[in-house]
């Protein structure tokens, strides 16, 4: 069984039992959170969209660590002007394992 869930206003396909990083939720490292924007959920041949969400269906993932990002480094510049701009981004990130799906 799968679901496709936005979080953070992006989507993601999961499965039980998946880690992946999401947007930063303020949650503690070992709680539980329930996610009920669901878009679709899905088991062998049968889909089920929801227009958007679908009814009752929530999945619900654990919090394995809060981190961040590698740095991405933003380089501006014009040629022939004197003119260098040198910056750097870490985004936030928290690190969730989905424990079920219930649709």
């Known amino acids: 069984m799968y679901a496709v ?61 809060q981190g961040r990002h590698d740095k991405v480094k933003i380089f501006k510049m014009r040629r022939r002007k004197h003119y260098q701009k040198h910056q750097g981004h870490r985004q936030n990130y928290t690190e969730v394992q989905v424990v079920s799906i219930n649709a």
């Open 5 to 65: 869930i936005k979080t953070g206003g992006k989507q993601y396909k999961v499965v039980a039992g998946e880690k992946f990083k999401i947007e930063q939720i303020p949650a503690d490292i070992g709680s539980e959170i329930t996610l009920d924007q669901v878009l679709a959920v899905g088991a062998g041949d049968t889909i089920k969209f929801g227009v958007p969400l679908v009814e009752g269906a929530t999945v619900l993932v654990t919090v394995l660590a």
